[in-house]
């Protein structure tokens, strides 16, 4: 599975952003796209995650009510709407792909990543 991470920029607190992933090669019928970030001097850490049979997702306490997750109809591209953002979002954002049907938290539990995305929010 390849994976192709689009839509990161530089936006100030409070704006929008929505990045994207397409997710090419052999998929398999049952999976699951999530999205990490990665700061500076961090680990990497979960965001959110969708399951192709869904509907399945689960957020970070963090994003959660302010970030969502989606996928297209045929659930190969996954979406991340990001609304109210703040500067402790910014990262490069990671997405990656399970071979399973249950979402995980654990960005080892996920055999595949794309390349990041920088999103950079300004105060």
């Known amino acids: 599975v390849q994976l192709q991470a689009y839509g990161g920029g530089l936006v100030q607190a409070g704006d929008s952003l929505k990045l994207s992933c397409v997710a090419s090669g052999r998929t398999l019928t049952t999976y699951v796209l999530a999205w990490f970030r990665q700061a500076p001097g961090k680990e990497r850490d979960f965001v959110a995650a969708i399951s192709n049979r869904g509907p399945s997702v689960s957020y970070a306490a963090s994003v959660q009510g302010r970030f969502t997750i989606s996928s297209d109809n045929a659930g190969k591209t996954v979406y991340l709407q990001m609304d109210s953002l703040k500067p402790e979002d910014t990262a490069v954002y990671y997405c990656?792909?399970?071979?399973?049907?249950?979402?995980?938290?654990?960005?080892?539990?996920?055999?595949?990543w794309g390349q990041g995305t920088q999103v950079t929010v300004s105060s």
């Open positions: 990656a792909f399970r071979p399973h049907f249950l979402t995980s938290r654990w960005s080892t539990d996920y055999r595949a």
